[in-house]
Structure formats: structure tokens, C-alpha cells
């Protein structure tokens, strides 16, 4: 996964950090629903980056050139080396990572399902925007994660070059055609709407996860500032959108 611009301006180390932020995962891990809520979001993020991993080895077929073909499998290896980072980890902390995985694999791939493009560029934009949307969110999380769990997960959201590929590509491929614009614009706009759902979804099941992002087990991290995340989020969908040259 990525997030090209790091929109959201999440901070990766949170400047006077307490509580469980400033902890090791040692310390952080005595706390059984803490380290029940960190091996959700491992899992969930093991399981994303296994998705990614198989969609753009897919997409790779509808790839218009031998060079685009080749791009996309080089991402696709980086997005399976980041999956087995967490697998190691998850494996490390004596979590069985398919255990761990396993209760997000079908909202995951429903989501996929429901999306899955049309032709090669609906599979750049939703590469762009689903997988950034995703970023964001495990990007505003990690700052309220143990310093170990977050570097971690800072380390998977590194930029694949996704991003930057897919806006040049986009952005070509409007100039030439600029019908293609409210097109492309409509699929961004139905990816937002499901990859929130999906999301939201996801939390909703998981009671560690959930209580971790509205307070319990995660500093300062209320209710309100759950709508503030979301509302950050979609502001950062705005701007990639107008960096893909399309109307949020």
C-alpha cells in the first residue's frame, strides 16, 4: 500500500507522545485488549497487502504495453515483500498470521469484487485512490500505536511508485481523451463511497479494533476525533483527485 503525498499529514512520530504511544511493544503488549486490537490491524493490514499483491499481478494483463506490464509486477512484488514483513512480525510476537488475517479476508474481498475494474485505466485509479484511502487510515492509527507496531506499519505504507504511475498515466490518457474524465471521475467517486463502508465495516466486527479508535486503549483517540480522521481522509481524496485531474 501507499500514500503518494502523505496527505493526511499524520504525523509518524507524535510529537510529545504519551500513554501507549511512548511505549515499546513489550510494555504496550501487557495490556490483552491492546495487543488483541495490534494483532487485528496486522492482520487486516497482512491481508490488504496480499490483496494488493494479487490485484496488480491481475491488472498486469491489461496492461497496453510491455513496459506498463512490467512497472505494475515490480509493484506487485514490493506490495508481497511488505505482506511478508507483517506475516514475520505477527509470526515474531507467536500470532499464527493466517489466524490473524482470516476475519478480514471476505470484507476484503467483497470489496474487490464489487469494485473490480473495467479496463486498465478504472484499474489504475482504483489502485490510486482504494489503496491510499487504506493508507491514510492505517497511517492516522499508527500514531497512536507502540513505537514498535508503528514503525512497523509506517514500513509497509512506504510508496510503492503506484501513485506517481498512475497519475501520469491517467493524466495522459485524459489529455488525449477528455471524455474519459467524467468517466473515471464517477468510478473514483463510487471507490471513496466503498472503501469508507468497507472500512467502517471492518472496525465495526472487530471489538479490540473498534475500542482502539474510539478510546480505551489508544491516547486521546475519541469519538470525535474518529469524525475528524474520516473528514481528513476525504479531504485527502480531493486532492488526489485533482492530481489524477478529476472532479471529487
Given at each position: ?53 494479487e ?40 500470532e ?62 512506504d ?18 481523451d ?11 467517486r ?15 466486527d ?43
Amino acid at each position: 500500500m501507499e500514500t503518494p503525498d502523505h496527505a493526511t499529514d499524520t504525523p509518524a512520530e507524535p510529537a510529545g507522545a504519551t500513554g501507549i504511544a511512548a511505549q515499546d511493544w513489550a510494555t504496550a503488549a501487557a495490556d490483552p485488549q491492546y495487543r488483541a486490537a495490534v494483532v487485528d490491524l496486522l492482520g487486516a493490514l497482512a491481508y490488504g497487502e496480499l490483496a494488493a499483491f494479487e490485484r496488480l499481478a491481475e491488472d498486469a494483463k491489461l496492461a497496453p504495453t510491455l513496459a506498463d506490464k512490467a512497472e505494475l509486477a515490480k509493484m506487485a512484488t514490493a506490495e508481497f515483500h511488505h505482506f511478508e514483513q507483517l506475516s514475520r512480525r505477527l509470526t515474531a510476537v507467536e500470532e499464527d498470521p493466517t489466524a490473524a488475517m482470516e476475519p478480514f479476508a471476505k470484507a476484503l474481498d467483497d470489496f474487490h469484487r464489487q469494485t473490480a475494474p473495467s479496463d486498465w485505466l478504472e484499474g489504475l485509479v482504483k489502485a490510486y485512490v482504494g489503496d491510499s484511502i487504506a493508507s491514510d487510515f492505517y497511517r492516522e492509527v499508527a500514531a497512536r500505536l507502540d513505537t514498535d507496531t508503528r514503525a512497523l506499519v509506517l514500513a509497509v505504507l512506504d510508496d510503492t511508485g503506484h501513485g506517481n504511475f498512475a497519475v501520469e498515466k491517467v493524466r495522459a490518457a485524459i489529455e488525449a481523451d477528455p471524455r474519459l474524465g467524467g468517466r473515471l471521475a464517477l468510478w473514483a467517486r463510487r471507490l471513496m463511497g466503498e472503501a469508507l463502508s468497507q472500512a467502517q465495516r471492518v472496525v465495526a466486527d472487530r471489538d479490540a479494533l473498534s475500542t482502539m479508535l474510539v478510546g480505551g486503549v489508544a491516547d486521546g483517540f475519541d469519538l470525535a476525533e474518529v469524525g475528524r480522521m474520516f473528514s481528513r481522509i476525504t479531504e485527502a481524496h480531493t486532492k488526489r483527485m485533482a492530481a489524477l485531474g478529476l472532479a471529487a
